[in-house]
């Protein structure tokens, strides 16, 4: 027979702290023999008990469902780590017309309103980020063989690379060039390398490739590109605080698209255009990716993932040429189409949100199986 600790204090007057061993051994002398003790409440010493407040689906699962608990106030915390402290917004300004507004107000460029708020440690760190996109590069573009995952996918940025033809056009080498460095990073990614998250790692291969292009293009100096990492992080902030870079939250739009908004704005900040140029950059860039479907085949951040960085960092290229021979035209802010991004994704299905249910990973899958 087993019986608990409470059971027996029903019937006999116990300490609060009274040991199991000892407890045992007078049991026992007093002819009720006891086999064993186990404390099972060492099993609970990390286990919280709360009340569910509320369920609702899962916004990226049909069969799944979010549950919503109160475990009473005060914060968690880890035994033997620290308080967490209460961090304040990096930027005070919620949107992209208060950032704006500020730095006309002051007469600062966007990059300043970054140092401004962010301290001049920035640029040490931006310069780590920059060197780590180079690396990238690098290494994807002198990488062979076929990626992990099982798709066989071969790596295509070397020879993308290396097809320089007699008589090239001048086009058809901006785009090799630049398809080539975001194939590499992107090939990296998928095999494992080291790359920068820009927003995401999925969409990695955009801005590196954009600012390395112009860079070597132009001769332009690496203070001048942290300067335009400087502003594409500030518009993936933005996207982060007030849509989404979530691709398994609202599609690959949210990824691929904030990553071709960062580079438009990147290439605006590093070639000196207006910051009303430089919105309107991002704004095409992230108007033209609504309503991207993110479905991976097989799971895998290769196809259509890989290629899909090449293109949109050519549609960057095209959106920060397009803002300075039209800017002054349009009609839609980057905060609104920022929100209409994020209403987008919440009503795409749950098979397009990185499930690989639905598209080409479906219609793959079957193919395959046939």
């Not at 090939?187 to 490739?209: H, K, R, Y």
């Amino acid at each position: 027979m087993k019986v608990s600790l409470n059971w027996i204090r029903d019937y006999v007057q116990l300490p609060a702290d009274a040991d199991l061993k000892k407890l045992a051994y007078d049991l026992t002398m007093s002819t009720v023999e006891v086999e064993g003790a186990e404390d099972l409440a060492k099993r609970f010493e990390h286990m919280l008990v709360g009340v569910v407040t509320e369920v609702c689906p899962h916004p990226n699962a049909d069969k799944l469902r979010i549950c919503k608990t109160d475990i009473g106030g005060g914060d968690i915390r880890i035994e033997g780590q620290d308080a967490p402290q209460e961090q304040d917004e990096v930027y005070p300004e919620n949107s992209f017309a208060e950032i704006a507004q500020f730095c006309r107000w002051r007469y600062i460029s966007l990059s300043e309103y970054v140092e401004l708020n962010e301290g001049p440690g920035i640029w040490d760190f931006l310069a780590e980020v920059w060197q780590t996109m180079k690396q990238a590069v690098a290494d994807g573009l002198a990488a062979e063989g076929t990626l992990p995952g099982g798709l066989n996918v071969e790596r295509k940025a070397k020879r993308l690379y290396a097809q320089s033809k007699e008589n090239e056009r001048p086009q058809v080498r901006e785009l090799r060039i630049v398809c080539a460095y975001a194939f590499a990073v992107s090939e990296q990614n998928a095999d494992n390398g080291t790359i920068v998250t820009a927003p995401t790692c999925g969409s990695a291969g955009v801005l590196p490739a954009v600012l390395l292009y112009m860079q070597r293009t132009h001769n332009i100096p690496d203070a001048q590109v942290l300067r335009a990492l400087a502003v594409a992080g500030l518009f993936g902030a933005l996207v982060k605080r007030n849509g989404s870079i979530s691709g398994a939250e609202c599609g690959c739009q949210a990824e691929i698209g904030t990553a071709c908004s960062m580079a438009a704005a990147a290439l605006c900040a590093l070639m000196g255009l207006s910051i009303e140029e430089t919105e309107y950059a991002a704004e095409i860039a992230m108007e033209h990716h609504l309503g991207l479907t993110c479905d991976p085949i097989c799971g895998l951040v290769q196809i259509p993932c890989i290629e899909r960085n090449a293109v949109a960092a050519k549609r960057a290229m095209d959106a920060f040429n397009l803002s300075g021979l039209l800017c002054g035209s349009r009609n839609i802010s980057f905060d609104m189409v920022v929100r209409t991004m994020k209403e987008t994704g919440l009503h795409i299905s749950a098979k397009y949100r990185e499930t690989s249910e639905g598209g080409l990973a479906k219609l793959y899958d079957r193919r395959a199986a046939n």
